[in-house]
Structures are given as C-alpha cells and as structure tokens.
C-alpha cells in the first residue's frame, strides 16, 4: 500500500509542473505591457516607479526564471502579489470559504440526486425509473447551466420570492441554496447516467450470476457484492468532479454575484491582473491534483486487488 502511494505522489510531480508551466505562460503571452495599465488613461509613470513595478514582479527575468521562481514562491505557500499590491494568497484565503461552502452543498446535491436515481435506474431497467433517468440526463446535459441559473433567479427569486438572487447578505443556507442547486443539476445528470450504467454492467457480470445461483439473497448481492464494485468509477468521477465543481463555479459565482474563487477569477480576468489569475488557476490546480490522489488512494481500500497493479 505503501509503494502504491508512493507511486502515485511521484507522478503528480511531472504533472504539477507541467500544468503550472503551461498556465503560467498563457498569462504571460497576453498581449501588452502590465506595468503601463497600471497607470491607466494617458497618465505616464516615472521610469523609476516601472524599473521598482518590474523588478517586484521579475517582469525583467526570462520567462524560465520568472517561472521558477514563482514556482518555488507557490511551494512555498506564497501565490505572488497583485498589481495593486495584495497579496493573493490573501486574497485566495478571503474567497475559499465561499467556494468551499457553494461545492460542497453542490457536492452532496448530486451525490443524493446523481446516486440515488441512478441506483432507481439500474434495479429497474426498461421501466419508468430508467426512462425518467434518460430523460434526465439528457435534459440537463443539453441545456446550459446559465439558462438553469437565470431561469432559477426569475422564478424562485423574483416571481416566488423564496430565495435570494445574488449575494451573500442572506447568509447560509438562503444564499447558497439556488446557486448549489444550479451547480449540482448541472453536473449530477452524468453521475446519475454513470451509476446506472456501472450498476448493470456488475448486476451482469458471472460473479453475480453464481450468487444468484448458489441462492444468496437478493439484498445481500446488491449491498454486499453489486454496489461495493459498481461504485469504483462513480468514485473516481466523485473525486475529480469535486475539484471539477470548484472550476466550475466561475459562472456560477458570476451569476450570483458570490465573492468566492470563481468571481474572483472571473474579475481578475477582466482587468487582467494577471498575478491573481495566475494563483487562482494553480491553487485551482493543486486541489485538482490532491482530489485525484485521494481517488487513488481510495482504490484499493475498495478493490485490493488494484495494490496489485
């Protein structure tokens, strides 16, 4: 188990630098010079301040160096500082109690709607249930979680007034629960289509066959043998799409006006302050990375046999 871990915190390593690299010199191949926006309009800074702005930033370094080194200030815990002089690990702190809230409310939304119709589903193929799943899925795949969210914000929010449109001033749960709910529709559909499948694929396998066969209990099949197997990918798919929904709420936020990464981003990438969209992204990033090592080190306390692999 031990080198099982190992093994897969090692490969993470090519896999962190690659990804930061690659976000890294996206923002830095933007067009136009950082330092000069700052001033703004027709004003012109002193050659004194630009000369203090870019060795801050090590805007003078290569591209390799500048990398490094921020690689090396994100190691250690430090994302940088914006152009008005923030520090983004600061900023990052401030919002993640919001995204973390709105995810996992999301979260255990589509747990409980993506798993349970899925299961309904699986135990009855060619039935209502599994009709309804079809339709279910296909419904909110094809339809954009924008549309859901202002659709939600003109009927809960305006004409019914139960919940609040944007913003936090109402607090958790009233705040939180149109937004989650958008986010969890959103991404429960492919859960839920992902269950039922598993689920029939193990109802069919031999194994099942036989302990059927040998007259073991139908409940004692299902909870025992079908579900502890059928649920290794809806594992893997509920471990990545964990970190997948902090991504995801960049609309979301937008949406509702919520102060948390997603808005954050969002605004960054507005005024192209370029530090805080590079420092979301990676701490984006990074929990993407340990979601995936915790799926794999979830793998063979489900299936020892992947200890093997």
């Not at 009927?155 to 607090?171: E, N």
Request: glycine residues 8%.
């Amino acid at each position: 188990m031990l080198r099982y871990a190992l093994r897969r915190i090692l490969m993470m390593v090519p896999t962190l630098i690659g990804s930061t690299l690659l976000v890294y010199l996206l923002v830095f191949l933007i067009p136009g010079d950082p330092v000069a926006r700052l001033a703004g309009g027709e004003k012109r800074l002193s050659d004194s301040t630009i000369a203090a702005i870019r060795a801050q930033y090590n805007l003078d370094d290569p591209f390799f160096v500048q990398y490094a080194k921020y690689l090396w200030g994100v190691l250690h815990g430090d994302f940088g500082h914006d152009f008005n002089g923030n520090s983004v690990s600061t900023l990052i702190a401030t919002a993640l109690p919001y995204t973390v809230v709105l995810a996992l409310s999301a979260f255990v939304l589509k747990l409980v709607i993506g798993v349970c119709l899925g299961v309904w589903a699986g135990l009855r193929q060619g039935r209502f249930p599994d009709r309804f799943n079809l339709f279910f899925t296909i419904f909110f795949l094809a339809v954009p979680g924008f549309i859901i969210a202002y659709f939600s914000q003109y009927v809960f929010g305006i004409k019914l007034h139960w919940l609040p449109i944007s913003g936090v001033r109402a607090g958790f749960p009233l705040a939180f629960i149109m937004p989650a709910m958008v986010l969890a529709l959103e991404t429960a559909s492919p859960l839920a289509r992902l269950s039922r499948t598993s689920l029939v694929d193990v109802l069919r396998s031999d194994y099942i066959v036989t302990a059927t066969a040998k007259g073991i209990g139908p409940q004692r099949i299902m909870w025992v043998h079908a579900l502890r197997n059928a649920f290794m990918p809806v594992v893997t798919y509920l471990g990545l799409s964990m970190a997948a929904l902090l991504g995801g709420s960049v609309l979301i936020e937008t949406i509702f006006n919520l102060p948390g990464l997603g808005g954050t981003l969002a605004r960054a990438i507005d005024t192209q302050n370029g530090p805080v969209v590079v420092g979301v992204s990676v701490f984006l990033l990074l929990f993407y990375l340990v979601a995936a090592l915790i799926v794999d080190l979830l793998y063979p306390i489900i299936d020892p046999r992947v200890r093997h692999v």
